[in-house]
């Protein structure tokens, strides 16, 4: 069967594709997309972490049938025009010394930019409750929570910048 997903606003035409498959396995697998991690396939890690319909979910738990008529952003797609630039979260990641092995980082990514959207100046409590599905073993979240931290002030002075530039 064929069908068409659009992953990170663009379609992509699945060949000889099976509804039933995880839209896990569809990204990593079928449209070469290695961002989103395969590690527990039980939604408990947070590795998996896309958005869908600007809804955090772990891939590993979602059909591909069920992205049908979705936008569907993986980490690769949250960098805008240039896949090489890295966004802010990710910067902040790396100024905070927040990435170790580097698994969980991609899941990390995705829910920060959606706890980013949703609360522009999180406080610690709310980092912490937006980032409990991802787990990860390394670095014991202090460098982690900086970073969101650090992501938040970073995107504050962007839009302060941005607003300054308008008016």
């Known amino acids: 069967m064929s069908y ?5 606003g663009t379609p992509q035409e699945l060949e000889d594709g099976w509804l039933g498959e995880s839209l896990l396995f569809v990204l990593r697998e079928r449209l070469g ?4 991690k395969n590690a527990c396939e039980q939604g408990e890690c947070g590795s998996c ?7 955090l979910l772990c891939s590993c738990l ?6 049908l008529g979705c936008e569907v952003t993986t980490v690769e797609g949250l960098g ?4 090489t630039a890295l966004t802010d979260v990710q910067r902040a990641l790396v100024e905070a010394g927040a990435i170790q092995c580097g698994f969980c980082t991609p899941g990390l990514v995705v ?9 522009p ?19 014991g979240y202090g460098r982690i929570l900086d970073a969101v931290q650090r992501a938040a002030r970073l ?13």
């Open 49 to 55: 972490s896309v958005l869908v319909d600007g809804r």
């Open 62 to 67: 979602v059909l591909a049938a069920s992205a």
């Open 121 to 139: 100046e999180p406080g610690d409590w709310e980092i912490r409750e937006a980032i409990s599905g991802n787990l990860c073993r390394c670095t």
């Open 33 to 36: 997309l290695p961002g989103s």
């Open 111 to 119: 829910a920060v930019h959606d706890l980013l959207e949703r609360v």
């Open 4 to 8: 068409r997903l659009r992953v990170n």
């Open 80 to 83: 805008g025009p240039d896949p």
């Open 155 to 167: 995107r504050s002075a962007a839009r302060r910048t941005s607003s300054a530039g308008a008016g």
